[in-house]
Antibody, heavy 120, light 110 residues
């Protein structure tokens, strides 16, 4: 059974940092790109970041470039999103999802999401 | 960056057909995916590559894509179809890889 389980969500002050984790199981971890997608309360979906199956290529939305870093741990089958210099507008539910390596492939399975609140 | 435009809401009576559109410049040349999201739940892939149904999705769900509009069609709509629907593409128009979502359409079953 495919599983993606996010963790690490929390309340953090503006300017602070947070590290999210996505634990994967039930599929061949290195065969899939893992992405992070966020959803602010009552809003739509926004792609945030992605990392290739081999961990050598990373992708970032302009809104987070230079502040967020995505990485992959092959011993733990996890993908992490290090979020620095957090802003109020980063408050959202963050989902991790998997997709095949083809750029045009869909996000075929999603985790349940984790809540990040940036507020003083 | 590439922009996908969806109507904020679509309403349909039970048993009727709902059509949710996703507009974009020459979107017919792109591969469009559709996700269903029910309140408090994660999105679920329903249609991929314009018209292929994801595993477990009923045949009532279908997709098409041509010109500047992609369409998700749900026939014989029931209360269980009430949800937000999002279209998504890979944005190949820019010099960096990114994936884009439409703003979402709330389907209401009257």
């Amino acid at each position: 059974e495919v599983k993606l389980l996010e963790s690490g969500g929390n309340l953090v002050q503006p300017g602070g940092s947070l590290r999210l984790s996505c634990a994967a199981s039930g599929f061949i971890f290195t065969n899939y790109v893992i992405v992070w997608v966020r959803q602010a309360p009552g809003k739509g979906l926004e792609w945030v970041s992605g990392i290739s199956g081999g961990g050598t290529t990373t992708y970032y939305a302009d809104s987070v470039k230079g502040r967020f870093t995505i990485s992959r741990d092959f011993s733990e089958n996890t993908v992490s999103l290090q979020m620095n210099s957090l802003r109020a507008e980063d408050s959202a539910v963050y989902y991790c999802a998997k997709k095949k390596a083809d750029y045009s492939a869909p996000f075929d399975f999603w985790g349940q999401g984790v809540l990040v609140i940036v507020s003083s | 960056s590439y922009v996908l435009t969806q109507p904020p809401s679509v309403s349909v009576a039970p048993g009727q057909t709902a059509r949710i559109t996703c507009g974009g410049n020459n979107i017919g040349s792109l591969s469009v995916h559709w996700y269903q999201q029910k309140p408090g739940q994660a999105p679920v892939l329903v249609i991929f590559h314009d018209r292929d149904r994801s595993s477990g999705i009923p045949e009532r769900f279908s997709g098409s894509n041509a010109g500047n509009t992609a369409t998700l069609t749900i026939s014989r709509v029931g209360a269980g179809d009430e949800a937000d629907y999002f279209c998504q593409v890979w944005d190949r128009s820019s010099d960096q890889t990114s994936w884009v979502f439409g703003g979402g359409t709330k389907l209401t079953v009257l």
